[in-house]
């Protein structure tokens, strides 16, 4: 089996890919903080709020992503739990 095929199959589990965006989410957060704090100038200002505008972007793919999930029935409770079952 292909690396591409064992990536969509384990992708194709809502917890999963909810998961992998919060994680995406989580980094650019990261980001923002760090290019904040440690960056001079326009520069680090700009680069700032692109990491808040990437972050604010995926949270809004997150939610629309989870509105649709919540139409079908399934297991999911939230990506706090899916860790939970996951650790």
Same mark, same amino acid.
């Given at each position: 089996?292909?690396?591409?095929?064992?990536?969509?199959?384990?992708?194709?589990?809502?917890?999963?890919?909810?998961?992998?965006?919060?994680?995406?989410?989580?980094?650019?957060?990261?980001?923002?903080?760090?290019?904040?704090?440690?960056? %001079?100038? %326009?520069?680090?200002?700009?680069?700032?709020?692109?990491?808040?505008?990437?972050?604010?972007?995926?949270?809004?793919? %997150?939610?629309?992503?989870?509105?649709?999930?919540?139409?079908?029935?399934?297991?999911?409770?939230?990506?706090?739990?899916?860790?939970?079952?996951?650790?």
């Amino acid at each position: 089996m292909s690396v591409a095929a064992r990536l969509s199959a384990s992708l194709a589990d809502f917890g999963s890919r909810s998961i992998v965006t919060h994680a995406i989410m989580a980094i650019g957060f990261a980001g923002a903080v760090v290019t904040g704090l440690f960056v %001079q100038g %326009q520069i680090g200002l700009i680069s700032m709020v692109a990491f808040i505008n990437f972050t604010a972007g995926m949270w809004i793919c %997150q939610s629309v992503h989870s509105l649709g999930n919540a139409t079908r029935d399934s297991e999911y409770n939230g990506v706090l739990m899916e860790v939970l079952r996951r650790v």
